[in-house]
């Protein structure tokens, strides 16, 4: 009990600096984007969704570097997406009594992180057949950095298209700011943001010594949630003000940067540029994010809006996976090897 309650402390202070400079962020992502004239989708996709992503980049980079876990990075990351798809537009449409979609969200950005989930798997795939290692009866994925340049190049893709979109649309005119102001605030706000997860992170590392449980169960759920906090700030003042599109877009821009940048960023800053990734766990959780994001793709699709009845169902479904992860930890179903 000694070392617990410290890591909890040291898990409600960092989600409330998350929270917090996520708020800031928010403000200072949305001014940019309308300074600079961007289409509302690419606001949220890239400008307000790479800025809010921060926290689960510096969760990969800390574990990595800091504690030499990357399975913690790695599942605090696939947690978060799989928060982020259903937990953040549910709580987003029930806050904005709905949340409206337009084409561009379903049609591009939520197939292209189909695409970016596809690629991650494919990458974790190639890291088993060209270096195969049995590791406890299971398989090791090992990915280097020539394997990390895949997921990056999508990335490349991703931005290309999204540029493309800006040089096509005609931006209204809007009320002039502060442009240097916005970005000091936006700086200040990651800095907050890196203290908050260092201390979500290092709270992960001691609940798996206090209580025995493996850290990429927290990664899972706790350091997922917290890091999730700025993406939930920005998608549900979006949708609060009426902007559907920019909600729904910060969190398909966010889970497409984490699968494709941040993972792919600690293998490349890691000594050597070689990590050994557990298969076994791995899998089964992108299985649960891409049945996540095709439930998600469902109920976004049908009549271009996420209602009370689609928003709650989304929220049940982020309750089941929170209820799977407790019975793998007890060991009442082993459907993840690595647990």
Sequence with gaps: MVSLLPALGLVVVGTVIVWVAGGRLESASERLGAHYGLPAVVQGAVIAAVGSSFPELTSVVFSVLLYDNFDLGVGAIIGSAVFNILVIPGWSALRGRGLRADRDVVYKETQFYMLAVAVLLLTFSLGVIYVPQPVGGGLTSTLTRPLAIIPLALYGVYLFIQAQDVSDYDAPEVDDVNARRQWLLLIGSILGILVGVEALVEAAVSLEAALG??????????????????????????????????????????????????????VLLVPGGRIDLDFGTAVPMMG????????????????????????????????????????????????????
Excluded at 235 to 256: C, D, K
Excluded at 305 to 329: I, K, P
């Design 213 to 266: 449980v493996p850290s990429a169960i927290w990664g899972l759920t706790v350091v997922a949630a917290g890091t999730s906090l700025p993406d939930t700030v920005v998608s549900v003042r979006a949708a609060e003000a009426g902007r559907g599109p920019t909600s729904l877009a910060n969190v398909l821009g966010s889970n497409t940067f984490d699968l494709l940048v941040a993972i792919p960023v600690g």
């Design 288 to 339: 649960f994010l891409t049945i996540a994001t095709l439930g998600f793709l469902v109920v976004t699709r049908t009549d271009l809006e996420l209602d009370r009845s689609e928003a709650v169902a989304l929220l049940a479904m982020y309750g089941v996976f929170l209820l799977w992860m407790v019975m793998e930890t007890l060991g009442v179903t082993r459907l993840v090897p690595g647990v």
